[in-house]
């Protein structure tokens, strides 16, 4: 069989495989995987350490996170334009009908493939197109100070707290899927009734 780098889609075990050895190789070297902590970073370079003590710290030593986050915009990047945009995700039947009642697709298809992203959220002529900018605004605002309130976003609990296991992160962790349970099946057809 052919496989095309940039073509084809890879296992999601490899994605699996790789989460899990970046996760060994960090706890090797003693720091913790998470996202959030970039922007501490960022903001450490930015000089806001002389305003707020919180950022006021040796940000040489965390530098690595920034480098991880120049990796995924990389990697968005290069499957932006070598993954072609027909190329699309197929999802289970149950989502299809969850995505058709709230108006984001048009038919419920098991054979269907869906885009990566629904374009009645993402594009400018869209009747719902400033409803989704809202909530994704307001849902960037709460996960940014969730994730601060919590001490760390979803991927540093998720992934480096459980992987340590760490009690707070697992609290943590239930509660977002908790709160992702109850936005997906009450707020969202709420929002996006007509």
Not at 164 to 192: R, Y
Request: glycine share 10%; charged share 5%.
């Amino acid at each position: 069989m052919h496989f095309n780098l940039f073509l084809d889609h890879w296992h999601w075990s490899f994605a699996g495989i790789m989460i899990g050895t970046i996760m060994l190789t960090l706890t090797l070297f003693g720091k913790f995987f998470g996202l959030s902590s970039t922007y501490r970073t960022m903001c450490s370079i930015g000089g806001a350490g002389q305003r707020v003590p919180f950022f006021n710290f040796n940000w040489k030593d965390e530098i690595w996170n920034l480098y991880f986050v120049v990796g995924i915009i990389i990697g968005a990047l290069l499957t932006a334009h070598f993954i072609p945009s027909s190329q699309g995700v197929i999802v289970n039947e149950n989502t299809q009908l969850f995505l058709f009642q709230l108006g984001l697709i048009e038919k419920v298809d098991a054979a269907q493939q869906l885009p990566f992203v629904p374009a009645k959220l993402f594009s400018i002529q869209s009747p719902i197109f400033w409803k989704a900018a809202l909530l994704i605004i307001m849902g960037g605002f709460l996960s940014g100070f969730g994730a601060r309130y919590a001490g760390g976003c979803t991927s540093g609990h998720f992934i480096s707290g459980l992987s340590n296991l760490q009690q707070a992160s697992l609290l943590t962790v239930i509660f977002f899927f908790v709160g992702g349970i109850v936005s997906t099946n009450f707020l969202l057809p709420i929002f996006f009734q007509n």
